[in-house]
Structure formats: structure tokens, C-alpha cells
């Protein structure tokens, strides 16, 4: 692995099902990040975590969860789907500093809820 | 929390002509604020960045501009060509907790031939 990998790379999931997308970095970074992007809304921030073992919610977090039991991994859960949870999904991961740094993403998940 | 605005949020030019794409945020404690291209299917990848103790950052035919009292930031791609052609998106952060960057709506870049 080199970078941050997301699995799977496309899904069809049928309404009310469980799922969960996959993100495994190996840089090392502290924190991580799940993104959905929707055409015409740019990306926005489902949850984060800072560190292994902590995680927090960001801008539309509903419908989801993450855990972060180690730093290369951050799974992110989608309890029962619904047909707006069709997006894009971008993993992404950084190394948390105060000036600021690059956030990697992984090469997305385009899922389709129906 | 923290808003960001980005326009316009399409751009034509013709080949060889500069573009400018600007963007305002609303949280004044925001201090990084990176430009992301996003090629057709591909992931994000990060073009350039600037931080808040600085007002302009250039990078080949890039630029970044920082207006702070007036809370907004722009790029700036001179001579632009057929392979500028993208998604971008501005974003900004406080640059602590973790990082998380907010970003704008994003700005497709057409560049003719």
C-alpha cells in the first residue's frame, strides 16, 4: 500500500442495508477524515478523528458512524442506507498541526443507494 | 462554524488566457487555506496552499492570493492549457484539531484550445 486506499471502489446497495467503505492510509497520519461529495455541493465533512481512538462528527454526520481502533484504519458505517446517501465518498488523512498541512484522499467510493 | 463561498462556479478561457477563481470564508480564526484540482473520476490532489502570515504565494503558473481583513483568497493560473482543465476547490482550516478543512463549491475550469 502507498498512499490511502479505499475499498470498495463502487457499490449498489439496496435501501435499508448495512455497509461499510474502507480506508487504510500508511503515511502515518494522525488524523483522518470521510468526505461526500454530491455534484454541484463541493465536499463536505461526514466525521473525522484526530488521533486513534477518538472521533468526532462533522457537517452532515447523520446516517453514519466511524471508529478509529488503530492509526492506519477509519471504516465508515452506514447503518441503513438511504437513497440520499448516494454520493461519492472520499477518505483522507492528514498530519494534524496547528499551521496546517496537505490532506491526501484516497481514489473515492461511488456508491449508489436504491 | 466556518462558511466558505467560491466563484464562479463554472470558468471558460481560451488557451493561453489567465484565470482567476475567488473565494470568501467567514470564520476569522481560519489560518490555511489550500487549493485542491480534481481531474474527471480522479481524486483531489492539492495544487497549492497558503497560510495566514503571508499574502501571496506563487508557484510556476500558479498563484495564490491572501486577503485577511477582508476574508477572502484567490488562484490565479496564467497561460493556462488544455490539461488545466478541472474541478478546483478552494477550502480553509483552523489549521488545529485535526486539520479539517471546509471547502467551497468547487469551480469547473474549461480551457478551449
Known amino acids: 500500500i502507498a498512499g490511502i486506499t479505499q475499498a470498495p471502489t463502487s457499490q449498489i446497495l439496496a435501501a435499508g442495508r448495512r455497509m461499510t467503505l474502507r480506508c487504510t492510509q500508511d503515511?502515518?497520519?494522525?488524523?483522518m477524515y470521510w468526505y461526500r461529495q454530491d455534484l454541484g455541493l463541493g465536499l463536505r465533512l461526514i466525521h473525522y478523528?484526530?488521533?486513534?481512538?477518538?472521533?468526532g462528527k462533522g457537517e452532515v454526520p447523520d446516517g453514519y458512524s466511524v471508529s478509529r481502533a488503530n492509526t492506519d484504519d477509519f471504516p465508515l458505517t452506514l447503518a441503513s442506507a438511504v437513497p440520499s446517501q448516494t454520493s461519492v465518498y472520499f477518505c483522507?488523512?492528514?498530519?494534524?498541526?496547528?499551521?496546517?498541512?496537505?490532506?491526501?484522499f484516497g481514489q473515492g467510493t461511488r456508491l449508489t443507494v436504491v | 462554524g466556518e462558511n466558505v463561498e467560491q466563484h464562479p462556479s463554472t470558468l471558460s478561457v481560451q488557451e493561453g488566457d489567465s484565470a482567476v477563481i475567488k473565494c470568501t470564508y467567514s470564520d476569522s480564526a481560519s489560518n490555511y487555506f489550500p487549493w485542491y484540482k480534481q481531474e474527471l473520476g480522479k481524486r483531489p490532489q492539492l495544487i497549492i496552499d497558503?497560510?495566514?502570515?503571508?499574502g501571496e504565494k506563487k508557484d510556476q503558473r500558479i498563484a495564490v492570493t491572501l486577503n485577511k481583513t477582508a476574508k477572502h483568497f484567490s488562484l490565479h493560473i496564467t497561460e493556462t492549457q488544455p490539461e488545466d482543465s478541472a474541478v478546483y476547490f478552494c477550502?480553509?482550516?483552523?489549521?488545529?484539531?485535526?486539520?479539517?478543512?471546509?471547502f467551497g463549491g468547487g469551480t469547473r475550469l474549461m480551457v478551449k484550445p
Open positions: 477550502a480553509a482550516s483552523k489549521g488545529n484539531a485535526g486539520n479539517m478543512l471546509t
Open positions: 497558503i497560510r495566514s502570515n503571508v
Open positions: 478523528s484526530n488521533t486513534a481512538g477518538t472521533t
Open positions: 503515511m502515518r497520519h494522525n488524523a
Open positions: 483522507a488523512s492528514s498530519v494534524s498541526s496547528a499551521g496546517g498541512t496537505e490532506a491526501f
